[in-house]
């Protein structure tokens, strides 16, 4: 079985701060892939980031990064210097088939940055 | 069209009445994903089709649940029988599919509430 946490229910931080959402996945697949979707007040989740687990490379996309160790079975996520509009919630998701299929979600967490 | 399409956006049933959801992907996407979204259960896979390959039903959670693709391309739910826990926000999405290396892109939902 397969499964994501996001301990983080809400979190919230003041505009330019810095800010970690935390994800901690488990599953017994040695071949698998991580995703982090953002799910605007509009309701559509937006894609953010795919990882496979061969990749451990950390990421950097702007002011996006992302952190991969399979060591801790984590995948978190990293804002800085947060913006008005990244207030969302945001989901972390594993799937052990290729790509997209049947993605298994965490909960997500709210993050409210405070102008 | 440019992205995922989903209709109704709302829609208010009474419990025992049966719904139909509707997905429209993007175009040139073979592979089509329902979840449900609720506030008890978090995001949840409902079924997943890929091509012409039989749908993988394994996250519909009773028999009052089901799902048809016509054409490889529009894609209903429909619940049977309506139960309150039924009421929930219906996600589609799509994507290239297995083999390809693309992310699943999703549609802003159909908020079903069951009265």
């Known amino acids: 079985a397969q499964k994501v946490t996001q301990a983080q229910t809400e979190i919230s931080v003041v505009e330019k701060e810095d800010v970690t959402l935390d994800c901690v996945y488990e599953?017994?697949?040695?071949?698998?892939?991580l995703f982090w979707y953002k799910q605007p007040p509009s309701g559509e989740l937006v894609f953010l980031i795919r990882?496979?687990?061969?990749?451990?490379q950390n990421e950097i996309s702007g002011r996006y990064s992302w952190n991969f160790q399979k060591s801790t079975s984590s995948f978190n996520f990293t804002i800085t210097a947060s913006q008005v509009v990244d207030s969302a919630v945001y989901f972390c998701?594993?799937?052990?088939?290729?790509?997209?299929?049947?993605?298994?979600f965490g909960t997500g967490t709210r993050l409210t940055i405070i102008p | 069209g440019a992205g995922v399409s989903q209709s109704p956006s709302n829609k208010v049933t009474e419990k025992g009445k049966d719904v139909e959801l509707r997905c429209d992907p993007i175009?040139?996407?073979?592979?089509l994903y329902w979840y449900r979204q609720s506030l008890g259960q978090g995001l949840e896979f409902l079924i997943y089709?890929?091509?012409?390959?039989?749908?993988?039903k394994s996250g519909l959670p009773s028999d009052r649940f089901s799902a048809e693709r016509t054409g490889g391309s529009v894609s209903t739910l429909t619940i049977q029988r309506t139960q309150q826990e039924d009421s929930a926000v219906y996600l589609c999405?799509?994507?290239f599919g297995r083999g390809r290396n693309t992310e699943a892109f999703f549609g802003q939902g159909t908020r079903l509430t069951v009265v």
């Open positions: 999405a799509s994507s």
């Open positions: 599953t017994r697949d040695t071949t698998y892939y």
């Open positions: 990882r496979n687990s061969f990749d451990e």
């Open positions: 998701a594993l799937s052990t088939n290729f790509g997209n299929e049947k993605l298994t």
């Open positions: 175009s040139g996407h073979t592979a």
């Open positions: 089709f890929q091509g012409n390959s039989a749908p993988d």
